[in-house]
Protein backbone atom coordinates (compact mmCIF):
# COMPACT_ATOMS: atom_id res chain seq x y z
CA UNK A 1 0.00 0.00 0.00
CA UNK A 2 1.41 3.31 -1.27
CA UNK A 3 1.01 5.90 1.34
CA UNK A 4 1.73 10.04 1.81
CA UNK A 5 2.14 11.50 4.96
CA UNK A 6 1.13 15.00 6.04
CA UNK A 7 2.75 15.55 9.31
CA UNK A 8 3.67 18.42 11.96
CA UNK A 9 6.26 15.87 12.78
CA UNK A 10 8.72 17.76 15.42
CA UNK A 11 6.44 18.75 18.48
CA UNK A 12 4.66 15.60 19.88
CA UNK A 13 6.66 12.80 19.11
CA UNK A 14 3.85 10.82 17.90
CA UNK A 15 4.91 11.67 14.56
CA UNK A 16 8.01 10.49 14.28
CA UNK A 17 6.61 7.14 15.82
CA UNK A 18 4.36 6.91 13.28
CA UNK A 19 6.75 7.43 10.21
CA UNK A 20 8.86 5.32 11.55
CA UNK A 21 6.45 2.77 11.82
CA UNK A 22 5.58 3.46 7.96
CA UNK A 23 9.57 2.86 7.33
CA UNK A 24 9.04 -0.48 8.56
CA UNK A 25 6.21 -1.90 7.84
CA UNK A 26 6.26 -4.55 5.31
CA UNK A 27 2.81 -3.93 3.93
CA UNK A 28 2.95 0.22 3.40
CA UNK A 29 5.14 2.32 1.14
CA UNK A 30 6.56 5.69 2.38
CA UNK A 31 6.46 7.78 -1.05
CA UNK A 32 6.32 11.09 0.55
CA UNK A 33 5.81 12.90 3.01
CA UNK A 34 4.80 17.07 3.22
CA UNK A 35 4.96 19.16 6.49
CA UNK A 36 2.52 21.93 7.56
CA UNK A 37 2.06 24.22 10.98
CA UNK A 38 4.02 26.12 12.82
CA UNK A 39 8.06 26.30 11.60
CA UNK A 40 7.88 24.03 8.44
CA UNK A 41 10.85 24.50 7.13
CA UNK A 42 12.60 23.42 10.41
CA UNK A 43 9.70 20.58 10.53
CA UNK A 44 11.00 19.41 7.13
CA UNK A 45 14.68 19.67 8.21
CA UNK A 46 13.67 17.28 11.67
CA UNK A 47 11.40 14.60 8.81
CA UNK A 48 14.68 14.99 6.59
CA UNK A 49 16.88 13.95 9.29
CA UNK A 50 14.73 11.02 10.98
CA UNK A 51 14.35 10.03 7.10
CA UNK A 52 18.60 9.86 7.27
CA UNK A 53 18.86 7.86 10.20
CA UNK A 54 16.36 5.24 8.62
CA UNK A 55 18.05 4.81 5.53
CA UNK A 56 15.23 6.22 3.40
CA UNK A 57 16.45 9.97 2.25
CA UNK A 58 15.28 9.20 -0.99
CA UNK A 59 11.71 9.24 0.36
CA UNK A 60 10.86 13.00 -1.13
CA UNK A 61 9.87 15.73 1.51
CA UNK A 62 7.91 18.92 0.90
CA UNK A 63 7.34 22.07 2.99
CA UNK A 64 3.83 22.96 3.28
CA UNK A 65 1.74 25.90 4.88
CA UNK A 66 2.87 27.11 8.68
CA UNK A 67 0.13 29.61 9.13
CA UNK A 68 -3.47 28.35 9.06
CA UNK A 69 -6.31 29.43 6.93
CA UNK A 70 -8.25 30.20 10.19
CA UNK A 71 -7.91 33.88 10.55
CA UNK A 72 -5.79 35.14 13.54
CA UNK A 73 -4.79 32.26 14.61
CA UNK A 74 -1.26 31.73 13.97
CA UNK A 75 0.91 28.18 13.82
CA UNK A 76 2.89 27.19 16.86
CA UNK A 77 5.84 25.42 17.61
CA UNK A 78 6.21 24.26 21.48
CA UNK A 79 10.15 25.50 21.39
CA UNK A 80 11.84 21.39 21.99
CA UNK A 81 11.27 20.77 18.44
CA UNK A 82 14.15 19.63 16.72
CA UNK A 83 16.22 18.51 19.87
CA UNK A 84 17.50 15.09 20.07
CA UNK A 85 17.87 14.93 16.27
CA UNK A 86 19.36 18.08 15.22
CA UNK A 87 22.16 20.62 16.72
CA UNK A 88 20.85 23.94 18.08
CA UNK A 89 17.41 23.40 16.14
CA UNK A 90 16.13 26.83 17.45
CA UNK A 91 12.44 26.80 16.65
CA UNK A 92 10.16 30.23 15.01
CA UNK A 93 7.82 29.89 17.75
CA UNK A 94 4.92 31.36 15.65
CA UNK A 95 3.72 31.72 12.01
CA UNK A 96 1.62 34.08 10.35
CA UNK A 97 1.48 34.29 7.20
CA UNK A 98 2.03 31.86 4.20
CA UNK A 99 4.87 33.01 1.89
CA UNK A 100 4.86 31.12 -1.64
CA UNK A 101 1.57 29.31 -0.67
CA UNK A 102 0.82 28.93 -4.35
CA UNK A 103 4.08 27.32 -4.79
CA UNK A 104 4.26 25.41 -2.07
CA UNK A 105 0.91 23.86 -2.15
CA UNK A 106 1.80 23.34 -6.14
CA UNK A 107 4.95 21.80 -5.20
CA UNK A 108 2.69 19.25 -3.40
CA UNK A 109 0.25 18.71 -6.39
CA UNK A 110 2.80 17.82 -8.35
CA UNK A 111 4.64 15.17 -6.03
CA UNK A 112 1.23 13.71 -5.23
CA UNK A 113 0.38 13.53 -8.88
CA UNK A 114 4.22 11.87 -9.28
CA UNK A 115 3.92 9.48 -6.26
CA UNK A 116 0.27 8.35 -7.19
CA UNK A 117 -0.01 7.02 -3.05
CA UNK A 118 -3.06 5.02 -2.77
CA UNK A 119 -3.56 7.05 0.47
CA UNK A 120 -3.23 9.88 2.15
CA UNK A 121 -2.31 9.81 5.68
CA UNK A 122 -2.94 13.46 7.51
CA UNK A 123 -1.88 13.46 10.96
CA UNK A 124 -1.14 16.95 11.53
CA UNK A 125 -3.64 20.25 11.40
CA UNK A 126 -5.35 20.09 7.63
CA UNK A 127 -4.21 22.90 6.33
CA UNK A 128 -2.35 21.04 3.19
CA UNK A 129 -5.20 19.42 2.14
CA UNK A 130 -7.59 22.12 2.36
CA UNK A 131 -5.17 24.39 0.63
CA UNK A 132 -4.98 21.89 -2.58
CA UNK A 133 -9.03 21.28 -2.16
CA UNK A 134 -9.31 25.22 -2.98
CA UNK A 135 -6.85 24.69 -6.02
CA UNK A 136 -8.99 22.21 -7.29
CA UNK A 137 -6.70 19.31 -6.73
CA UNK A 138 -8.36 16.45 -6.26
CA UNK A 139 -7.33 14.75 -2.71
CA UNK A 140 -6.67 10.51 -2.74
CA UNK A 141 -8.20 8.74 -0.41
CA UNK A 142 -7.91 9.67 3.11
CA UNK A 143 -6.96 8.49 6.86
CA UNK A 144 -7.27 11.43 9.60
CA UNK A 145 -5.85 11.19 13.30
CA UNK A 146 -8.05 14.08 14.49
CA UNK A 147 -11.53 15.61 16.28
CA UNK A 148 -13.32 14.52 18.85
CA UNK A 149 -16.63 13.07 19.02
CA UNK A 150 -17.82 12.85 22.73
CA UNK A 151 -18.30 15.66 25.10
CA UNK A 152 -16.38 13.31 28.10
CA UNK A 153 -13.97 15.00 30.19
CA UNK A 154 -10.38 14.11 29.38
CA UNK A 155 -7.70 15.04 32.07
CA UNK A 156 -5.03 17.37 31.32
CA UNK A 157 -7.10 18.59 27.75
CA UNK A 158 -7.83 21.93 28.10
CA UNK A 159 -11.79 22.68 27.29
CA UNK A 160 -11.32 25.23 24.76
CA UNK A 161 -9.36 22.98 22.89
CA UNK A 162 -11.74 19.69 21.92
CA UNK A 163 -8.61 18.28 19.92
CA UNK A 164 -5.26 20.06 18.79
CA UNK A 165 -4.67 18.80 15.21
CA UNK A 166 -8.52 20.51 14.35
CA UNK A 167 -8.20 22.99 17.02
CA UNK A 168 -5.17 24.43 15.14
CA UNK A 169 -6.97 25.07 11.76
CA UNK A 170 -10.94 24.07 11.58
CA UNK A 171 -11.86 26.70 8.69
CA UNK A 172 -9.12 23.65 7.00
CA UNK A 173 -11.34 20.65 8.38
CA UNK A 174 -14.52 22.08 7.37
CA UNK A 175 -13.35 23.07 4.02
CA UNK A 176 -11.72 19.32 3.48
CA UNK A 177 -14.79 17.32 5.02
CA UNK A 178 -17.08 19.65 2.14
CA UNK A 179 -14.93 18.97 -0.53
CA UNK A 180 -16.12 16.08 -3.20
CA UNK A 181 -13.53 13.34 -1.72
CA UNK A 182 -13.21 9.48 -3.25
CA UNK A 183 -13.93 7.99 -0.10
CA UNK A 184 -15.79 8.97 3.23
CA UNK A 185 -12.27 9.53 5.19
CA UNK A 186 -11.36 7.17 7.93
CA UNK A 187 -11.00 9.01 11.32
CA UNK A 188 -9.21 8.20 14.01
CA UNK A 189 -10.67 10.93 16.93
CA UNK A 190 -8.64 11.92 20.28
CA UNK A 191 -12.02 10.06 22.09
CA UNK A 192 -9.71 6.73 21.24
CA UNK A 193 -6.35 7.69 20.72
CA UNK A 194 -6.50 9.36 24.58
CA UNK A 195 -6.34 5.48 25.57
CA UNK A 196 -3.33 4.74 23.96
CA UNK A 197 0.04 4.99 25.38
CA UNK A 198 3.67 3.61 25.80
CA UNK A 199 4.50 1.94 29.27
CA UNK A 200 6.84 2.06 31.16
CA UNK A 201 10.26 0.09 29.49
CA UNK A 202 9.27 0.83 26.36
CA UNK A 203 11.98 4.03 25.70
CA UNK A 204 14.49 1.49 27.34
CA UNK A 205 13.51 -1.16 24.74
CA UNK A 206 13.66 1.47 21.93
CA UNK A 207 16.95 2.55 23.49
CA UNK A 208 18.18 -0.64 22.91
CA UNK A 209 17.32 -1.23 19.52
CA UNK A 210 19.51 -0.11 16.00
CA UNK A 211 20.06 3.90 14.99
CA UNK A 212 16.08 4.54 13.90
CA UNK A 213 14.93 2.84 17.86
CA UNK A 214 17.50 5.02 19.34
CA UNK A 215 16.70 8.00 18.04
CA UNK A 216 12.71 7.43 18.74
CA UNK A 217 13.71 6.86 22.07
CA UNK A 218 15.68 10.03 22.34
CA UNK A 219 12.82 12.12 20.90
CA UNK A 220 10.45 10.31 23.21
CA UNK A 221 12.94 11.97 26.20
CA UNK A 222 12.66 15.05 24.74
CA UNK A 223 8.86 15.09 24.81
CA UNK A 224 8.57 13.94 28.10
CA UNK A 225 10.99 16.74 29.18
CA UNK A 226 8.77 19.02 26.80
CA UNK A 227 5.59 18.14 28.71
CA UNK A 228 6.32 18.70 32.21
CA UNK A 229 8.87 21.68 31.78
CA UNK A 230 6.79 23.85 28.74
CA UNK A 231 3.62 22.88 28.96
CA UNK A 232 3.16 22.61 32.69
CA UNK A 233 1.87 18.49 32.18
CA UNK A 234 1.64 16.60 35.61
CA UNK A 235 1.52 13.41 34.33
CA UNK A 236 3.63 13.55 30.84
CA UNK A 237 3.61 10.54 28.63
CA UNK A 238 3.85 9.35 25.43
CA UNK A 239 0.48 8.74 23.71
CA UNK A 240 -0.24 6.71 20.38
CA UNK A 241 -2.46 9.07 18.76
CA UNK A 242 -1.01 9.15 15.02
CA UNK A 243 0.80 6.17 15.16
CA UNK A 244 -2.89 4.52 15.33
CA UNK A 245 -3.61 6.09 12.10
CA UNK A 246 -1.20 3.97 10.27
CA UNK A 247 -1.85 0.32 12.54
CA UNK A 248 -5.70 0.59 11.55
CA UNK A 249 -4.27 0.19 7.69
CA UNK A 250 -1.99 -3.01 8.62
CA UNK A 251 -4.30 -4.39 11.21
CA UNK A 252 -7.94 -3.76 10.14
CA UNK A 253 -8.96 -6.54 12.89
CA UNK A 254 -7.71 -4.31 15.83
CA UNK A 255 -9.66 -1.14 15.07
CA UNK A 256 -13.62 -0.98 14.57
CA UNK A 257 -14.78 1.69 12.16
CA UNK A 258 -18.43 2.95 11.95
CA UNK A 259 -20.18 5.65 9.75
CA UNK A 260 -21.37 9.10 11.18
CA UNK A 261 -22.33 12.82 9.26
CA UNK A 262 -20.64 15.36 11.84
CA UNK A 263 -20.22 19.01 11.06
CA UNK A 264 -17.40 21.24 12.88
CA UNK A 265 -17.78 23.79 14.47
CA UNK A 266 -15.25 26.92 15.03
CA UNK A 267 -13.26 25.21 17.08
CA UNK A 268 -12.94 21.95 15.86
CA UNK A 269 -15.62 20.58 18.26
CA UNK A 270 -18.13 18.08 16.15
CA UNK A 271 -21.67 17.50 16.62
CA UNK A 272 -24.00 14.85 14.64
CA UNK A 273 -25.69 16.19 11.66
CA UNK A 274 -27.56 13.72 9.34
CA UNK A 275 -27.24 16.55 6.03
CA UNK A 276 -23.59 16.60 6.81
CA UNK A 277 -20.10 15.22 6.05
CA UNK A 278 -19.80 11.60 5.98
CA UNK A 279 -16.87 9.93 7.87
CA UNK A 280 -16.11 6.64 9.14
CA UNK A 281 -15.22 6.77 12.95
CA UNK A 282 -12.42 4.36 14.95
CA UNK A 283 -13.96 2.78 17.96
CA UNK A 284 -11.57 1.73 20.50
CA UNK A 285 -8.51 -0.41 20.65
CA UNK A 286 -6.69 -2.69 22.77
CA UNK A 287 -3.63 -0.54 24.05
CA UNK A 288 -1.32 -3.64 24.43
CA UNK A 289 -2.27 -5.32 20.99
CA UNK A 290 -1.31 -1.63 19.48
CA UNK A 291 2.18 -1.69 21.58
CA UNK A 292 2.96 -5.51 20.05
CA UNK A 293 2.05 -3.76 16.72
CA UNK A 294 4.04 -0.66 16.85
CA UNK A 295 7.03 -1.86 18.75
CA UNK A 296 7.67 -4.82 16.63
CA UNK A 297 7.68 -2.53 13.60
CA UNK A 298 10.56 -0.23 15.61
CA UNK A 299 12.22 -2.76 16.39
CA UNK A 300 12.76 -4.12 13.16
CA UNK A 301 10.93 -7.11 13.45
CA UNK A 302 9.14 -6.49 10.42
CA UNK A 303 6.88 -9.77 9.27
CA UNK A 304 3.96 -10.05 7.23
CA UNK A 305 0.80 -10.60 8.73
CA UNK A 306 -1.92 -13.51 8.58
CA UNK A 307 -4.77 -11.59 7.93
CA UNK A 308 -4.99 -10.77 3.91
CA UNK A 309 -5.47 -7.35 2.88
CA UNK A 310 -3.74 -4.66 5.18
CA UNK A 311 -7.25 -2.48 4.95
CA UNK A 312 -10.37 -2.62 3.52
CA UNK A 313 -9.91 0.46 1.89
CA UNK A 314 -8.90 -0.63 -1.97
CA UNK A 315 -6.83 1.71 -3.72
CA UNK A 316 -7.62 1.83 -7.52
CA UNK A 317 -6.22 -0.59 -9.95
CA UNK A 318 -4.37 2.20 -11.76
CA UNK A 319 -2.82 3.23 -8.44
CA UNK A 320 -1.79 -0.18 -7.74
CA UNK A 321 -0.04 -0.37 -10.84
CA UNK A 322 1.91 2.06 -10.36
CA UNK A 323 5.90 1.97 -10.31
CA UNK A 324 7.72 3.08 -7.13
CA UNK A 325 11.17 3.59 -9.40
CA UNK A 326 9.49 6.28 -11.62
CA UNK A 327 7.81 8.09 -8.77
CA UNK A 328 10.94 8.79 -6.92
CA UNK A 329 12.78 9.98 -9.55
CA UNK A 330 9.72 12.49 -10.80
CA UNK A 331 9.60 14.06 -8.12
CA UNK A 332 12.27 15.80 -5.78
CA UNK A 333 12.32 17.34 -2.35
CA UNK A 334 11.22 21.25 -2.25
Not at 25 to 51: K, N, Q
Request: glycine content about 8%.
Amino acid sequence: MRIWIDTDLGSDVDDALALAYALRHPELELVGVSTVFGDVSLRTRITRALLEVAGQASVPVVTGLGAPLTPDRPGRMFGHEGLGLLPEPRPVLESRSNPGAGERIAAIADALDATRPDLLVAIGPLTNLAALVLADHALPPLVVMGGRFTAEPLPGMLPEIPEWNWWCDPVAVQTVLAAPLAAPPRVVPLDVTWSTRLEAGDLERLAGGDALARTLARLGDEWLVAQRDRLGAREPCIRLHDPLALVCLTHPDLVAFSDTRIRVGDAGDTRPDPTAALVRVAGPVDNAALRTCLLDMWLGRARRQGTGSPSSIQPPAARRNAKAGSAKTAVRAK
